[in-house]
């Protein structure tokens, strides 16, 4: 599986993004876990994932860095407000900031600090912390992940900060709040925030990075951490290879928490320890989608994106590739439901993906395309060709991979698949070196950043320049303003328009090809340590690689 950035890929991520139903109580408390258990207090936790070799990087603006890619960038850096991605409807728990207050048309916002943090290099946490911070992605579009249009931003009399806006931000609040905090009296020395390995990262988190090598990152509990410490005695991140090695880890206790697709998880993952291993899936709004390359062929003719979104059988490829522990996506809006029922546009309501061979067919016939079935040729009289590419190893994408690439075929298309190694993926996608990509996108509150990942022109780089979404450099400029309408209106009469215009675009245009919904999910094991966000008590996304990495590493207590 992926890492799921906050801007991207971030992961995904992860979107934000990541997958079956939760499968177990877990270990929400104490009483439910710790019989039994026979764990350590002062066991090491040890915390995998699916992405290959690692280089000493600990930029945690950097996509592809150690410390975003194994997520522990997420126990040393901390964001303002804790969101719950297991539950994005929850109010936002303080953390670095003790509250953040809006003006009326989301323009502004008011930000108070907590008092009595420190860095984990001994300086004080302050206001100007946060202003650096925020200014450093306002003057740098490159690790403005989240493409808000800042205004001013300056400490206040009074030792708040104030953040403006060049446009309401109704729907973007979680964002501010979700925005990691790095020390001014480092940063402002470093000439390249996008660039710089930052080799000895410094904190408020409740751990600090000790010791890095290519096999492993190993994390202490920070001793001045304003939250108390941690009762993990040590956290240890390592990559494997491929989702193989991370499953056959997971299965043999190695690692304890982590995130890898696991066909027939039940019984090639639970049934090895059942009253210890648990995978926990939170529901939301993100999904896996198909990024189109629409600035060359064969994706910049839209009626060839439409084709293959019209042949693509859903049902037949969630079965497939994710032994169906994905929800398939139904409705031609791309929206999992029921979560998105109350988002939906009425005028899309009932309306479902045709999975129709000859509707594409007849698509392409009518566009001018030639050789349909056979050999196709565009309306220039040039065959049709392109690969879809996602990392070797990352066997749900790869399995989907095989089964787009076998329907293209169908049409006539002369398609293939690229597994190339995660690292070169990671660096390829965002600098739009690619035809289509499998990736996850963001989820959230609403479905604004499912779409605004796939498709918002506010996220456009040109090709060779690095994207945090839109990787497919879709622009469409009705598109672009009703994005800005719905993130920045404070009328929710215009925000449902503007959703619904959104929706329709989707939907006529195909920028993207939503293909299965992915809740955020993610393996663990309580035989040493339990109070995990689970069903019965989702506090947390479950994801090591998500902000709520730093909350949960401070709910988890020895198992005995």
Not at 56 to 69: D, H
Not at 75 to 95: K, S
Not at 202 to 217: E, H, I, K, N, Y
Not at 235 to 254: C, F, K, P, V
Request: charged content about 15%.
């Amino acid at each position: 599986m992926r890492t799921r950035k906050l801007a991207t890929m971030m992961a995904g991520m992860a979107t934000i993004a990541l997958l079956a139903t939760a499968c177990s109580s877990g270990s929400g408390s104490d009483s439910s876990t710790s019989s039994g258990g026979g764990g350590s207090s002062n066991a090491v936790l040890t915390i995998g994932m699916p992405n290959g070799a690692q280089t000493n990087n600990q930029n945690p603006f950097a996509t592809n860095s150690s410390a975003m890619s194994l997520g522990y960038a997420n126990v040393i850096y901390e964001p303002l407000m804790m969101v719950n991605e297991a539950n994005p409807a929850a109010d936002p728990e303080p953390w670095l900031a003790k509250s953040i207050t809006w003006n009326a048309d989301f323009t502004e916002a008011t930000i108070t600090p907590r008092e009595g943090v420190k860095w984990s290099d001994g300086q004080d946490f302050t206001a100007a912390d946060i202003a650096f911070s925020i200014n450093l992605r306002k003057n740098n579009d490159a690790i403005n992940a989240a493409a808000l249009p800042y205004g001013d931003v300056a400490v206040q009399d009074d030792g708040t900060v104030k953040v403006g806006f060049t446009a309401g931000q109704f729907v973007n609040q979680t964002k501010l709040y979700s925005l990691m905090m790095v020390p001014e009296h480092i940063w402002k020395g470093i000439a390249d925030p996008t660039t710089d390995p930052n080799t000895k990262p410094v904190g408020t988190g409740p751990f600090t990075l000790t010791s890095w090598t290519p096999q492993a990152a190993t994390l202490d509990p920070n001793p001045t951490y304003w939250g108390g410490k941690s009762q993990v005695h040590e956290l240890r991140y390592s990559s494997y290879t491929d989702n193989n090695a991370l499953t056959t880890a997971l299965t043999t206790g190695e690692v304890q928490w982590g995130w890898t697709f696991i066909a027939d998880f039940d019984k090639v993952y639970i049934a090895k320890d059942p009253d210890h291993f648990h995978q926990y899936a939170a529901a939301g709004l993100g999904i896996d989608t198909m990024f189109l390359n629409s600035t060359t062929k064969p994706f910049n003719n839209k009626a060839f994106r439409q084709a293959l979104n019209t042949a693509i059988d859903r049902a037949a490829i969630t079965k497939t590739a994710s032994s169906g522990t994905y929800p398939v996506l139904t409705n031609v809006t791309g929206l999992p439901l029921p979560a998105g029922q109350t988002f939906l546009n009425p005028a899309l309501d009932g309306k479902n993906y045709a999975s129709s061979l000859d509707d594409a067919k007849k698509i392409l016939t009518d566009a001018g395309y030639t050789g349909v079935g056979t050999a196709l040729k565009d309306p220039d009289g040039e065959a049709v060709k392109f690969s879809i590419t996602d990392p070797t190893g990352w066997n749900d994408y790869n399995t989907a991979q095989d089964l787009i690439v076998a329907t293209a075929k169908e049409l006539g298309a002369d398609a293939t698949a690229d597994k190339p190694p995660a690292d070169n993926w990671f660096s390829d996608v965002p600098l739009g070196n690619f035809q289509a990509a499998l990736h996850w996108t963001d989820g959230g509150a609403t479905p604004y950043d499912m779409y605004s990942d796939m498709f918002d022109g506010a996220q456009y780089q040109p090709i060779g320049q690095k994207a945090n979404w839109n990787f497919g450099r879709y622009q469409n400029d009705a598109a672009t303003a009703a994005f800005k309408t719905y993130a920045s209106s404070a009328s929710a009469d215009d925000r449902t328009k503007a959703l619904n215009d959104i929706q329709q675009i989707f939907v006529d245009d195909v920028p993207a090809i939503a293909i299965w919904s992915r809740p955020q999910t993610a393996q663990y094991s309580t035989k040493n340590y339990v109070g995990w966000p689970d069903t019965d008590n989702p506090y947390a996304g479950p994801q090591p690689t998500r902000p709520g990495a730093a909350e949960i590493v401070m709910k988890l207590k020895p198992a005995s």
